[in-house]
């Protein structure tokens, strides 16, 4: 469905990628991205919208997702990740309670997936599932959106039609109970502030009128998108492969809950990071931006003459210049200069660590001697 913030002046739309259909900017990306920092700015974001009515919808969730979702009150948000049988990331969910139904919001192209497994685990349980996208907008912003939707001049308009709201709050700003960071203190998390509003399209409709009289501002997806980079904020469409774990993505920080029960994926999870290591990281990449060159989705990361991962998605940061994110391998030196290889020239790439190669092996677990090999008594002293 065409988006009402696509007619706006100056809207540029994605035509292909994860975001496609939405706006990606207006034409300042620059400007927009500060007014979406700074909380004046709203975003059209390229969302499915999923819900989930019945009595069992929580304890049904709760039990074939990654996520401690029992108890979950009304207004609460999380996030919860569907993993395979060899804990491999298939989806990545938020959600919200709103007291009647959980909300489930996803990238857009992966909500005909989720809705697929979802229907396939319903089994005999009191659930109703529903795909709502088309009647829904989910819009972004870094503050509350009735903060930036209230009128700027009572005498210029109309307050906002009071509505009922369902909002997603991004727990990323904190470690979630039961969860775990491997990135260090380096990086202040608390500081990231993210909300994804769903509405419907009527209302989303009258917002972009409002946009159009300038009563409100608006930002494209090229600067949620730069402000997630530098949050070093994992997104499904970006971030995962077919072969992510979520302690590669350091995802266990908050959509993972280490100690509740059994569900698919479970015993990778907990493998992982009591008694292994997570084969590939993700760093975030500071970029020389002296040849103007900004790497795209899959473009090679090399250490001296050998690749060692690939970047998954990048930005022009309003501050930070050119960055991106970037999984490589587990073995890469976190201190070595890395270079990105696009449009035929080597791009000098400095990796800030988010997931170090310590990062697992957390159990306290005694090493036994080697089978076969002759233990001694320490030598008696004199």
Known sequence: MPSPFASLPGAVVSADGPDAGAVWHYGNPVGEQRALEDGRAVVELARGVITVAGPDRLSWLNSITSQNLLGLAEGESSETLVLDPSGRIEHAVRVVED???????????????????????????????????????????????????????????????????????????????????????DHDYSAWSWYETIVTRDFAAGLAGRAASDLLSVAGVAASEALRIAARRPRFATEVDERSIPHELDWLRSAVHLNKGCYRGQETVAKVHNLGHPPRRLVLLHLDGSDGVLPGAGTEVVQGEAVVGHVTSSALHHELGPIALAVVKRSADPTAQLAVRADGTEVAAAQEVIVPPSAGASAEVPRLPRLGAVTRPPRAAG
Do not use: C, N
Request: proline share 5%; charged share 25%; aromatic share 10%.
């Open 99 to 185: 007291g009647e139904q959980l909300w489930l919001l996803v990238d857009h192209d992966e909500a005909a997936g989720l809705l697929d497994f979802l229907q396939k685990m319903r089994f005999m349980l009191r659930v109703e599932i529903e795909d709502v996208t088309d009647a829904h907008a989910v819009l972004g912003s870094t503050k509350p959106l009735f903060a930036l939707a209230a009128p700027r001049d009572q005498t210029a308009s109309e307050p906002i039609e009071d509505f009922r709201t369902v909002v997603w709050h991004d727990p990323w700003s904190q470690v979630a109970l039961g969860g775990h960071q491997y990135a260090g203190d």
